[in-house]
């Protein structure tokens, strides 16, 4: 009696829900129609340019059309087999799947994609499906290898969208939610929606955290340390010991400027800069201005001459110390590398006692599918954006990089926040990747143009920067380079280029995972593992030091030993050989540099 009184309440509540639903997605509709409207006004409606390398792809496909018949027959055989799978399972027989997703892919942890046969029927069609498409893409022969690229780039995309585990009718656990919450899921998440629209200026900008749980100063970047130095690109900061004494060299950390500095001090049980600090160094790190429209003509000389050569002054000026090492992260370690060349050239070589580079390239011949973004006509509409403000959006170049993971970092939150319904969960990393940076405009194009389109920095003497000549080969500074095996952004197969390029003494360490977790990997969490090919590090009796390293990074990897847990104490005892002796604890303010104010300091806390 008290379950069919219930069902009418029911009938009700949910309808309602659907009410209203109805009403936000119409109102979604309206507020994604009018940006479109305002955005592409008398634009380009293939503003990525992808248009023309799908068409050439098309074309070659039926130039062979028996191959296209081939591949669509296989697919067909595919499809059988798992029909037959799915009735075999309907009569009570076990079968192995045709086909299972990868270890690492998340979309489908939901029992009842294992366990109910329309589900699982679903998920084995998709993946059968992706594999097919991006088979037939990859395997077409004759395209302009910048093309065959993007193209590969797009389709996954597109196949990320594709997934049945992105849409409410085909996602068990989604349409379980709507079922019990009577559709409350699906309110809750239009309003997530619109929040996100609302958030982004019109633009949508998924939430990845709870934005209210994390502030740098409070909970972020909470080390102990004083802002020293400031200029109009730079705050300095120098952190207070953790020992009675210290090494005699300090040590300089140079982040990149297209995030916010404290990935590498995020909180204390997982924060670089503590255990360097508890190592016994003498820390200062560099944290970037987030520049506006005042900033807009900064170049990358600019870049260069207030960020790493200011550092090194004001150190001086803090410490007495001439001499100091350096610790640069991604694109702050392209930045070091031009330096240490400029200082060469200078003949100010030995300021730097020695430089560790984490995840950097400077061969940009292989960027990964970063170089989809590089094309002449991206750049161009990039520009023409960048001149209107001074800058580049924060926002656009976060989306550049979640592309690159949109199923962990677009999909799975789209699934989270607006068909579930739910919060996204408080994440340091998250609050992190979200916490994006502008870029100045004149800056931001020099680099992409000459670094990224045209690989200039590793051609000797082809780029000038601060009125000299590159040229890496020059760099004999003691070098230890820290490349991840999962590095989306700068994969290690194409940092590894630093090992036949510098002249210095160089140890090359593979670590696990990706271009953060890799790098942020705690000794005590005794996580992943690191890569190391010793002989390599041995350079043959008058020989130069890259001599030593074989030339492919396959050939290294061939003869490397993996060693479980974090590459930190590797790096502390390749770095004592460099520190110097100990001295007596320096604190901020001993030198001619009084404080300004506490870390984290002003500029990291300019959100966009």
Sequence with gaps: MSAQAKKPTDSAEFAK?????????????????????????????????????????????????????????????????????????????????????????????????????????????????????????????????????????????????????NFLMTNPEVLKATLESKGENLVK???????????????????????????????????????????????????????????????????????KYYILDLQPENSLVKWLIEQGHTVFAISWVNPDARLSKKSFDDYMALGPLAALDAIELATGEREVSIGAYCLGGTLTAITLAWLKAKGEAKRVKSVTYLTTMIDFSEAGDLSVFIDEEQLKLMEAKMSETGYLEGSDMAMTFNMLRANDLIWSFVVNNYLLGKDPFPFDLLYWNSDATRMPATMHSYYLRNLYQKNLLIKPGSLTIGGMPIDLRTIDTPTYILSTRE??????????????????????????????????????????????????????????????????????LKGATEYPGSWWPDWQTWQEKHAGPKVPARKPGDGELKPLEAAPGSYVKVMV
């Design 189 to 259: 998440g239009l309003s997530n929606l619109l929040e996100d629209i609302e958030r982004g200026g019109g633009s949508l900008r998924i939430s990845m955290t709870d934005y209210t749980a994390f502030k740098p100063g409070k909970n972020l970047a909470i080390t102990p340390g004083k802002v020293i130095y400031r200029n109009d690109l730079i705050e300095l900061i120098q952190y207070e010991p953790a020992t009675k004494n210290v090494f005699k060299t300090p040590l300089l950390v140079i982040p990149a400027w297209i995030n």
């Design 487 to 556: 590095d989306h952004i700068a994969p290690w197969k194409s940092t590894y280029a630093a090992t036949q390029t510098y002249n210095g003494d160089i140890r090359f360490v593979l670590g696990g995972s990706g271009h953060i977790a890799g790098i942020i990997n705690p000794p005590a969490k005794n996580k992943y593992s690191h890569w190391i090919n010793e002989p390599a590090h041995h350079k043959p009796e008058g020989a130069k030091s890259k001599d030593a390293f074989p030339a492919t990074p396959e050939a290294w």
């Design 17 to 165: 829900n659907m009410a209203i639903v109805a009403e936000q997605s119409q109102r979604v509709w309206q507020e994604f129609m009018a940006r479109q409207s305002q955005d592409y006004a008398g634009k380009s409606l293939d503003p990525l340019n992808i248009g023309e390398a799908f068409g050439e792809l098309f074309s070659k496909l039926m130039r062979d059309p028996v191959g296209l018949w081939e591949k669509q027959f296989a697919l067909w055989q595919d499809y059988v087999q798992l029909w037959q799978n799915e009735t075999q399972k309907m009569l009570g027989e076990e079968e192995k799947p045709v086909i299972e997703p990868e270890a690492k892919d998340r979309r489908f942890k939901d029992k009842a994609w294992q366990e109910n046969a329309l589900f699982d029927f679903l998920k084995q069609s998709y993946l059968l499906t992706a594999r097919a498409i991006q088979q037939t893409v990859g395997e077409v022969s004759g395209l302009d290898p910048k093309d065959a690229r993007k193209i590969d780039f797009y389709t996954r995309q597109f196949v990320d969208a594709m997934s049945p585990s």
